[in-house]
């Protein structure tokens, strides 16, 4: 399981809106030297994502609480697949046609 710590910042019947602090993959990124990631994160400035996350149990949760919220490997790989792999068989597909 893949997990991220999040903070509810809304909270409603079935889901809770959570915000998450974009992590960087190494030490570079805070240090704004290295790859051009940095440079990109830079000009993105988008430091925080928001999403909604499903509420099955109907947890008791309020705005401010830290909560940790978690994709399982598996459902990360299929996600992928659907992503990069639907199209690259479209494009080969469609050329051979």
């Known amino acids: 399981m893949i997990e991220e710590t999040a903070h509810v910042v809304a909270s ?3 889901g809770v809106w959570v915000e998450t602090q974009r992590q960087s993959a190494c030490g570079q990124c805070a240090a704004r030297k290295g790859c051009g990631t940095a ?10 994502s928001r ?3 499903a509420n099955p149990n109907q947890a008791r949760v309020h705005v401010g609480d ?3 919220i978690g994709i399982d490997e598996s459902a990360l790989v299929r996600g992928s697949m659907a992503v990069y792999l639907v199209p690259l068989l479209s494009l080969f597909l469609f050329g051979v046609l």
């Open 39 to 48: 440079v990109l994160s830079k000009v993105l400035g988008k430091k925080r």
């Open 66 to 68: 830290e909560v940790v």
């Open 51 to 53: 999403v909604r996350v």
């Open 12 to 14: 409603g019947p079935g």
